[in-house]
Nanobody
Framework: QVQVVESGGGLVQAGDSLRLSCEPS???????VGWFRQAPGKEREFVGGIRWDSRTTYYADSVKGRFTVSRDDAKSTVYLQMNTLKPDDTAVYYC??????????????????WGQGTQVTVSS
């Protein structure tokens, strides 16, 4: 199992940038770290993710070119760098971790551990 602790979030203006952090912990080496978000009245959706061992990254079409998921080896931390933020990006963002399996890392079913969520609000 891999546990995660996330941090970051806040209130920014449209066009600004923000970075979220996620610290996975545990003994597994082959796992995914994913970022999801949930806006009021909407379902939770995949944003981006990374496979820890191969560093392969995955993105939702809605954030490609604006958001970047990266891994910092020294800090054992995964970041979600969000640029050119839009009001539509307003949501609670969750970090999640799950062991590599046949399940697609773009779906919530691939993840078994979830962070507490952090609010990102983008004003127009």
């Amino acid at each position: 199992q891999v546990q995660v602790v996330e941090s970051g979030g806040g209130l920014v203006q449209a066009g600004d940038s923000l970075r979220l952090s996620c610290e996975p912990s545990g003994r597994a080496l082959r796992f995914f770290v994913g970022w999801f978000r949930q806006a009021p009245g909407k379902e939770r959706e995949f944003v981006g993710g990374i496979r820890w061992d191969s560093r392969t990254t995955y993105y939702a079409d809605s954030v490609k070119g604006r958001f970047t998921v990266s891994r910092d080896d020294a800090k054992s931390t995964v970041y979600l760098q969000m640029n050119t933020l839009k009001p539509d990006d307003t949501a609670v963002y969750y970090c999640a971790a799950g062991l590599v399996s046949t399940r697609s890392p773009l779906t919530a079913r691939a993840y078994s551990s979830w962070g507490q969520g952090t609010q990102v609000t983008v004003s127009s």
